[in-house]
Antibody
Framework: QVQLQQSGPGLVKPSQTLSLTCAISGDSVSSNSAAWSWIRQSPSRGLEWLGRTHYSSKWYNDYAVSVKSRVTINSDTSKNQFSLQLNSVTPEDTAVYYC?????????????WGQGILVTVSS | DIVMTQTPLSSPVTLGQPASISCRSSQSLVHSDGNTYLSWLQQRPGQPPRLLIYKISNRFSGVPDRFSGSGAGTDFTLKISGVEAEDVGVYYCMQTTQFPYTFGQGTKLEIK
């Protein structure tokens, strides 16, 4: 059974960097049949996919255009986890942030989700 | 970006009666590999979304067979053959054919 455990601060100041980590159990971050995404949800934006990392002979990262200049997703194979960094945050970045898995066997559908972390951007 | 539009936005249903949700994409979801990467998710209050259906019509592990998906190209439908109390929540369609992945705005299923 795949489990995703998220960690990180729930409060970030404007202009600072939001950093979250997702620890994976039951799968590998370097599996070539899985991809690891960050998705956020807010009342104003609904569900918004931010980006993903995927290993297939080499690492591939894909990002949403809306955050591309500010976002980085990294993987750590030694800890079997991946992370999200979002720079220069504003109150509009306030949302519940989810890490999630897309899998080849599920037609790249997002089949496992972390528990979610509410991140508030406020001074 | 591919825009996903769901109708209706709210669906009051009597227990035991069928329910149907439509999802339309702004362009075809057929991938160059021939697959159509359209999925449906359910979100119960206070929980993360849960995958119900992938590639239009494939039920994910553990999903009851009262849930079914159909469609092609740009028009897709999720059907619940007989709504149960535990089906209350918000339903989303999602495309993973093209980056960026995008979601519909959600349909709230509630019991009359």
């Amino acid at each position: 059974q795949v489990q995703l455990q998220q960690s990180g601060p729930g409060l970030v100041k404007p202009s600072q960097t939001l950093s979250l980590t997702c620890a994976i159990s039951g799968d590998s971050v370097s599996s070539n049949s899985a991809a690891w995404s960050w998705i956020r949800q807010s009342p104003s934006r609904g569900l918004e996919w931010l980006g993903r990392t995927h290993y297939s002979s080499k690492w591939y990262n894909d990002y949403a255009v809306s955050v591309k200049s500010r976002v980085t997703i990294n993987s750590d194979t030694s800890k079997n986890q991946f992370s999200l960094q979002l720079n220069s945050v504003t109150p509009e970045d306030t949302a519940v942030y989810y890490c999630a898995r897309g899998a080849y066997d599920s037609g790249w559908g997002i089949d496992y989700w972390g528990q979610g972390i509410l991140v508030t951007v406020s001074s | 970006d591919i825009v996903m539009t769901q109708t209706p936005l709210s669906s009051p249903v009597t227990l035991g009666q069928p329910a149907s949700i439509s999802c339309r994409s702004s362009q075809s979801l057929v991938h160059s590999d021939g697959n159509t990467y359209l999925s449906w998710l359910q979100q119960r209050p206070g929980q993360p979304p849960r995958l119900l259906i992938y590639k239009i019509s494939n039920r994910f592990s553990g999903v009851p067979d009262r849930f079914s998906g159909s469609g092609a190209g740009t028009d897709f439908t999720l059907k619940i053959s007989g709504v149960e109390a535990e089906d209350v929540g918000v339903y989303y369609c999602m495309q993973t054919t093209q980056f960026p992945y995008t979601f519909g705005q959600g349909t709230k299923l509630e019991i009359k």
